[in-house]
């Protein structure tokens, strides 16, 4: 069975930073794209960035310039660096991958809770 896991998130000042991890383990023989999700309370669950095998990224146009995603392929990791976090950003941030197993499937992690507040 295959599993996604973040880690990272916490409690940051405005203009802090944060690093989130995204740990995928089970059997697996690759992983195509990843991806980081946010969902705000009240509001739907949106990108924040994603990222192919070859290390092509794709960022929404409120994270941009603000947020790096980067993976470990040899780890099956992801990451999501995330600089200048503002009080929009607090929400719950969400991990997918497209898994190569027995067959390919989409896994997302439990989330993780990302709170930007003085």
């Known amino acids: 069975q295959v599993q996604l896991v973040e880690s990272g998130g916490g409690l940051v000042q405005p203009g802090g930073s944060l690093r989130l991890s995204c740990a995928a383990s089970?059997?697996?023989?690759?992983?195509?794209?990843m991806g980081w999700y946010r969902q705000a309370p009240g509001k739907q669950r949106e990108l924040v960035a994603t990222?192919?095998?070859?290390?092509?990224?794709n960022y929404a146009d409120s994270v941009k310039g603000r947020f790096t995603i980067s993976r470990d392929n040899a780890e099956n990791t992801a990451y999501l660096q995330m600089n200048s976090l503002k009080s929009e950003d607090t929400a719950i941030y969400y991990c997918?991958?497209?898994?190569?197993?027995?067959?390919?499937?989409?896994?997302w992690g439990q989330g993780t809770q990302v709170t930007v507040s003085s």
């Open positions: 997918r991958g497209t898994v190569v197993s027995r067959k390919v499937s989409e896994y």
């Open positions: 089970g059997i697996i023989f690759s992983i195509t794209d």
């Open positions: 990222i192919t095998r070859g290390g092509s990224a």
